[in-house]
């Protein structure tokens, strides 16, 4: 792993809104390089919401948001520089593991690992030239968790990245969520289930 | 960026071959729909090379819509449209190269076949190539005003139907130059012709920018 450079995430007094609604307000979080967050809190509370909020898809009530890189001086904006994984898996059922992965990199741009390296880091090389369609649930997961390997971004956005996973890929997520960190890597997840990593940094939503 | 571009296009095409279904769907529509027209007409085969045109027309256009309705919905919904959002690319050179793609799938083989289908409404040879040429143009309009119509639908599960109320009054002109240019006789050939292809010149240029606007809605 080689791109990440510090980075350093902040977002400050963010707010969304839904129509009329406000979803949740006053979410502070200061992420620096090499530190994990999990936001928690019940169902409906906002979580997805605060993620999608963060990747771009939805406008900010208010609030600020920013993500440094100390040495990389361009300032390409946000949407390009983290991975979001989220309930929907953004793969093809008709195409191959290989095939989605191969597009998930030309999109994204930026490769770092192969699609047979990506998917060996998550025991499903077996798979590779097999249609998604046929994959069970977890084994998808592990496809779509594939991609964070696939192209280097420094900020990972993970909607309840355990969800299907069995211990065995709980684990195998865990190492590389830790090498995603030790190398200078941000990552915010939104989840039930802790990945149990020293200095896990804790937002709770929803604390009324 | 032409990497990413040519990674969208392929992806759409090597999409739409495994599923099947578009581009297939469209023709035999096509097809049914100029078959249908002489036994509805009758045995006047004057009046069927008369409107000939008109009718290859109107089948191309019905057949465009058909398959619209999934362009971007089938992205929507499997989360692939918010990897996209992710893109260094801009969304509009996406949706640009996703209608191309889509265009090539449903549209080109339409324009193919035009001539063959014209025969069977005994268009002579020269109106046949008219046809086929104000096709190659109008049907990229379609297209892509049909584009903007399935980025606003895109979250609605039955939007065929929406669609249609949207796009068909935006095809209209592209339907009147078309024809016209099509029907030599009335009106010489190439003035409409000229209209017809800055019709799909600026639908080409204008429509991504809206149909991605509405597709960053939709991503809410």
Request: some cysteine.
């Amino acid at each position: 792993m080689d791109i990440t450079q510090r980075c350093h995430l902040l977002i400050e007094d963010l707010s969304v809104a839904r129509g009329e609604r406000v979803v949740f307000g006053g979410v502070y979080l200061q992420l620096g390089s090499g530190e994990l967050a999990e936001v928690t809190g019940p169902n409906g509370v906002g979580k997805s919401t605060l993620l999608r909020a963060i990747a771009g898809f939805l406008p900010f009530g208010s609030g600020r948001m920013s993500l440094v890189e100390s040495e990389a001086m361009d300032s390409a904006p946000l949407a390009e520089r983290l991975h979001y994984v989220g309930h929907l898996d953004g793969l093809k059922s008709a195409l191959t593991a290989r095939e989605n992965l191969e597009i998930g990199l030309g999109i994204l741009g930026r490769g770092r690992l192969t699609p047979l390296e990506a998917l060996d880091r998550l025991e499903l090389a077996h798979v590779l030239d097999l249609p998604v369609g046929y994959l069970s649930a977890g084994q998808r997961r592990r496809v779509a968790l594939a991609r964070l390997l696939i192209a280097d971004r420094p900020l990972w956005l993970l909607d309840e990245p355990l969800t299907a996973l069995d211990r065995h890929a709980r684990a195998l997520l865990k190492t590389i969520v830790a090498g995603h960190l030790g190398s200078g890597g941000l990552m915010l997840a939104a989840t039930h289930e802790p990945l149990g990593l020293q200095g896990t940094i804790q937002v709770r939503l929803g604390a009324r | 960026m032409i990497r990413i571009l040519l990674v969208v296009f392929l992806r759409d095409v090597m999409l739409a071959r495994r599923i099947g279904g578009g581009g297939v769907l469209g023709l035999v529509f096509f097809l049914s729909l100029v078959t249908v027209v002489p036994f509805a007409i009758g045995p006047d085969l004057r009046l069927l090379s008369r409107i000939g045109p008109a009718i290859l027309w109107i089948a191309a256009l019905l057949a465009s819509l058909l398959g619209l309705d999934r362009l971007f919905q089938a992205d929507h919904e499997d989360g692939s449209l918010d990897q996209m959002l992710l893109s260094p690319t801009p969304l509009e050179l996406i949706v640009l190269v996703k209608c191309m793609a889509h265009w090539f799938v449903t549209g080109l083989p339409l324009v193919l076949l035009s001539p063959l289908f014209g025969l069977m409404l005994d268009l002579d040879g020269s109106a046949l190539w008219a046809v086929a040429a104000t096709l190659l143009v109008g049907t990229p309009a379609f297209t892509f005003l049909g584009a903007i119509g399935a980025a606003l639908t895109v979250t609605l599960r039955r939007g065929g139907l929406l669609l249609s109320i949207l796009v068909v009054p935006l095809a209209v002109p592209v339907l009147i130059f078309g024809v016209s240019a099509a029907q030599s006789g009335t009106v010489p050939f190439l003035t409409p012709f000229l209209v017809l292809c800055a019709l799909g010149l600026a639908s080409v240029a204008l429509a991504p920018i809206a149909a991605a606007a509405a597709l960053r809605g939709a991503a809410e």
